[in-house]
Each structure stands twice: as C-alpha cells, then as structure tokens.
C-alpha cells in the first residue's frame, strides 16, 4: 500500500529525516508517534507530496508519487491545524470541498453522527473549537479513499465525540481502509492502534504491535514505554 525507502530530508542544516524505511500493508491502523522535532510530520507530509525528500521513493499503491499528483485523489487527509476563512458557513465549506474533490461525498450521516445540524448554516468563526475539528472530521471522512492521513484527530473533542471518532475509524479499517494517525493522546492509540510506528531522531526506532512495545521496553502501558526511550535516548 505505502512503500517508504529509505527517505532523508534536510531543511537548512537540520536533518529532520535520515534513511527512514517502512512498509505499510493495506488495510489497518497505523500510530506514527514520537516526540517533538523526531521527523513525524514532515513524514506525513512527505507521504502527501507537502515536502520533497532530498533522497529515497514513496510509493503509494504501487505507484511512485515524485513528480506526481493524482495519487492524492487516492488520500483523505484530517491536518492538524486546518485553516478555512471564517466568514464562510458550514454548508458552504461543505459544499465547496464537495466541488474540488470532483467525487461524490456522503456527508449526511457524519453530520448527523456528530451533532453538526445546528451549526449547518453558521459561520466557522462563531463556532468553537471543538464544533470546527467535527467539522473537518466531516471534511475528512465524507468521501470513500483507501488511504486516510490524520493529524491530531482528537483535538478538542468532547468525549461523546471522542467515541463517535473511535466507532468510525473501526468501521472504514473493517472496510479496508490504511490509516496513518499522529496523536500525543496514547490512550486513544491504545485503543484504535493495530500498529505503532516510533520515530525518534529522524530513524525508525519501532514498528509492530502495542504488546511488542511493551515488551521491548519492559513498561505495563504506551504512556510509560514512550517515556522509558525518551529517558533511556537522554541517557545514552
């Protein structure tokens, strides 16, 4: 599904990335963590064509993306931060990203999942924070891609939210959908993860399963095992 060789990136002369290597099968739940500065963002934005590796290929369902675009139309992508103007309503959002994708988009039932009737035909600079993330978790799941990248998805939701995201995510990986999800939250990995991807100083540290993790590093939860190699990586 996703073939990532041997990938370096460099901006001015900080190496953010330095020969990261990962496969990534079709079909199931991928947590790419690590602590801040250690490569995970511009990992994912190498994977949707946002940053050019020095060095190294991606492939994405067998097709390299350099010099490429329309794999894009192939990935559903929730970012961290999503910046729309705030004059504009939610319908109005709606219906715009609708048009610029060019494919049909079921967004009734998630606006109903979340609760976002209300809010249909208000302004995104009257609504908060929470409302706005629903709002782009509508933005990221109302059209039907193999691949679906998010950043930070819980941010700012409540717990009834919360749930609804987590009964989601399940119901597209049972329809064979590859997820790549950058969290700080280990608890929501613990429960959606099927496997965790650690970067740490550009490398991959680890990839396989939770119960891997926890063996590898000897630690009886995720939040206590990435600690341990954040400590045992001061330390050396």
Sequence with gaps: MIQIENIHKQ???NKVLKGVNLNIPEGGI?????PNGSGKTTLIKC???????????ISILEQPVKNQWKYREQINYLPQIANFPGNIRVRE????????RSKPGDERSLIGLFGLEPFLNKKLANLSGGTKQKV????????????IVLDEPTSGLDPTAMIVLKNLIQKERKAGKTFLITTHI???VEEVADQIVYLLEGQVYYTGTLSG???????????????HITMEKQNA
């Design 213 to 227: 993790l926890l063996e590898k590093t000897g630690q009886k939860n995720l939040e206590h095992a990435i600690a």
């Design 93 to 100: 959002l709606i219906g715009m990203i609708k048009d610029l």
């Design 186 to 188: 280990m608890q929501f």
């Design 30 to 34: 991928y947590a790419v963590l690590g």
């Design 136 to 147: 782009n978790l509508v933005l990221t799941f109302m059209f039907d891609s193999p691949v």
């Design 47 to 57: 994977v949707l064509g946002l940053v050019i590796p020095d060095e190294g290929s």
């Design 11 to 13: 901006f001015a002369k």
